[in-house]
């Protein structure tokens, strides 16, 4: 069973940065895809930046140039670099891997408020 584990959420003010972390069980490129998605009080899930087993990069436009979405392969790690946060930023965040698109993984979540 894949296990997927988030880290790195918390409180930070408004134009501060944070680093989440997801750490695969298994080796991360036997997914086609992993990326994280967050989902804000009373909104449906939304993604927020993905990479494929390529090294292609999605990001929405919300977060496109603040954002970095990279991977370490040996640590079966996948990170989101967010800087200058905002408050709609605010959120939980889910690390997502996929094999196909059939089959979809979830982590259990990680918090990230952005005050103002």
């Known amino acids: 069973q894949v296990q997927l584990m988030e880290s790195g959420g918390g409180l930070v003010q408004t134009g501060e940065s944070l680093r989440l972390s997801c750490g695969a069980s298994?080796?991360?490129?036997?997914?086609?895809?992993m990326g994280w998605f967050r989902q804000a009080p009373g909104k449906e899930r939304e993604l927020v930046a993905e990479?494929?087993?390529?090294?292609?990069?999605d990001y929405s436009d919300s977060v496109k140039g603040r954002f970095s979405i990279f991977r370490d392969g040996p640590t079966n790690t996948v990170y989101l670099q967010m800087n200058s946060l905002k408050p709609e930023d605010t959120g939980v965040y889910y690390c997502?891997?996929?094999?196909?698109?059939?089959?979809?993984?979830w982590g259990q979540g990680t918090q990230v408020t952005v005050s103002s």
């Open positions: 997502h891997a996929r094999i196909l698109r059939d089959r979809h993984y």
């Open positions: 298994e080796n991360i490129f036997n997914f086609n895809a």
């Open positions: 990479i494929n087993v390529g090294g292609r990069k």
